[in-house]
């Protein structure tokens, strides 16, 4: 849990209401949304873009965690 709490420190806030919860999320995805903004522009690059979509897809997989982390979190599924 200790190792969680280090790669995904923002998805263990405590959050009391809904409203920090959906910002929390809204947040999330727009960071996502925005890197993979970036990424796609990147990919464009003929050389780097197989190493782009990569680190891309791991990214996107991050954020994803970070999401169902967070919905854990607040359910108190998680400790």
């Known amino acids: 849990m ?3 709490k280090t ?3 923002y998805a263990f806030n ?3 209401d809904i409203a920090a919860l959906i910002i ?4 999330q995805l727009v960071a996502a949304i925005i890197v993979g903004f970036i990424i796609t522009i990147l ?3 003929p050389i780097v873009n197989i190493i782009v979509g990569l680190v891309g897809g791991l990214i996107d997989l991050y954020f994803f965690v970070g999401i169902v982390l967070t919905l854990l979190n607040y359910f108190k599924i998680l400790k």
């Open 2 to 4: 200790g190792l969680l």
């Open 43 to 45: 990919a464009k690059i």
């Open 7 to 9: 790669l995904w420190p």
């Open 24 to 27: 929390s999320i809204v947040l």
């Open 14 to 16: 405590q959050k009391k």
